[in-house]
């Protein structure tokens, strides 16, 4: 199965990208996480930020392969414990499912982004730096695996 982490904005600095690459490398085989990175829009003082959004949204949506499974990350999202993740991670992959993530950028997500998300999941009630989330998903993702495998990281 494949998870894809559909972000807004380019050149991570390297601790993101090391972070990354380290819970990638943990994961079996057989879950192949990805993470695909689209260029944000150029913003200025005169920046109309509803059509910088909407950019951003047609840029995510062209992103999705066809047939995903579409969770959408939103601060206004169902907060979701990594027990959770892991019921979900056990799910997609019965299912045979591929999974992309949506993470927008520093405006939020588009409606339309929105409105095409089966799930509306938050990391956390707090605001987080968008490189730190690849981080974060990274890790609760490779947490998730290790639960359904009765591996001791999770303790």
């Known amino acids: 199965m494949r998870v894809s982490l559909i ?43 509803r059509r910088a959004i909407a950019q951003e949204g047609e840029a995510m949506t062209a992103a999705i392969p066809a047939g995903d499974k579409v969770i959408a990350l939103d601060v206004l999202g169902k907060s979701v414990s990594t027990e959770a993740l892991s019921e979900a991670l056990r799910s997609w992959q019965m299912d045979g499912d591929n ?31 968008h490189p730190l989330v690849r981080v974060i998903f990274a890790e609760q993702l490779y947490r998730a695996w290790t639960i359904l495998n009765n591996h001791p990281y999770h303790r």
């Open 7 to 49: 972000c807004i904005g380019t050149k991570m600095p390297a601790w993101v990208e090391e972070g990354v690459a380290e819970y990638r490398k943990r994961l079996p085989a057989e879950i192949n996480f990805e993470i695909k990175e689209l260029p944000l829009p150029k913003r200025g003082k005169n920046t109309d930020i």
């Open 99 to 129: 999974v992309s993530i949506l993470v927008g950028g520093p405006d939020g997500l588009s409606a339309s982004c929105l409105a095409l998300a089966k799930q509306k999941w938050s990391l956390s009630a707090m605001t987080l730096p």
